[in-house]
């Protein structure tokens, strides 16, 4: 499974931007790139995803390098309740069409009033 | 909506025991999935399920059985508890064959206390 890295730990203040970093340089060209966050004590959610083009919905945006070895995951405008653990993820296909995420340590979020 | 649900949502076990955890969704997905998340680390596949009637092994299968009887249940056996299966675990569903996949959801996990 191709491996992303992520710093441990982020602080930012409320309301200003966050940029999570994500390396992944033995990155296949078919392995789509996914974002997922866990708040304290509940299951993983999803963020969002892309394959080479940079990609925005109503939670974050998430901006891809050219050679794809590299991504960005964008807040816009942290919250308190963005404070969480922010997984990147190179998601691999099982058989029959089943996604395996390949969960790293992650990056832990804290935001500061 | 309901989603993903899993219950118990604490469990303590005795060396030796056994017991399922459940899982049931309720959004009609066709793939089913079980991960573990041991202290400070990422999840790790166990199990997962591309319909009813089909189980496949995740990455830490040892330990673990599943079943998949119906579109909405999936649940985890552990059939001799051992401290090293000590750990929340998660149970996930989704829905297409889509070449991007859709995404995961989780359910609000179980944890699993082996002593």
């Known amino acids: 499974d191709a491996k992303t890295t992520q710093p441990n730990s982020m602080e930012s203040n409320e309301e200003e931007p966050v940029h999570l970093p994500c390396n992944h340089s033995t990155i296949s060209g078919t392995d789509y790139i996914h974002w997922y966050r866990q708040l304290p004590s509940q299951g993983p959610e999803y963020v969002i995803h892309g394959l080479t083009s940079n990609v925005n919905n109503r939670m974050a945006s998430l901006a891809i390098a050219e050679d794809r070895k590299s991504s960005t995951l964008i807040l816009h405008r942290a919250t308190l309740r963005d404070a969480a653990v922010y997984y990147c993820i190179l998601r691999a296909v099982l058989g029959q069409g089943a996604q395996k995420l390949v969960f790293g340590q992650g990056t832990r979020l804290t935001i500061n009033p | 909506n309901a989603g993903v649900t899993q219950t118990p949502k604490f469990r303590i076990l005795k060396i030796g025991q056994s017991m399922t955890l459940q899982c049931t969704q309720d959004m009609n997905h066709n793939y089913m999935y079980w991960y573990r998340q041991d202290p400070g680390m990422g999840l790790k596949l166990i199990y997962y399920?591309?319909?009813?009637?089909?189980?496949d092994k995740g990455e830490v299968p040892n330990g673990y059985n599943v079943s998949r009887s119906t579109t909405e249940d999936f649940p985890l056996r552990l059939e001799l508890a051992a401290p090293s299966q000590t750990s929340v675990y998660f149970c996930?569903?989704?829905?297409?064959?889509?070449?991007?996949?859709?995404?995961?959801?989780f359910g609000n996990g179980t944890r699993l206390t082996v002593t």
């Open positions: 996930a569903s989704s829905y297409s064959i889509s070449g991007d996949g859709s995404p995961l959801h």
């Open positions: 399920s591309v319909g009813a009637g089909i189980t």
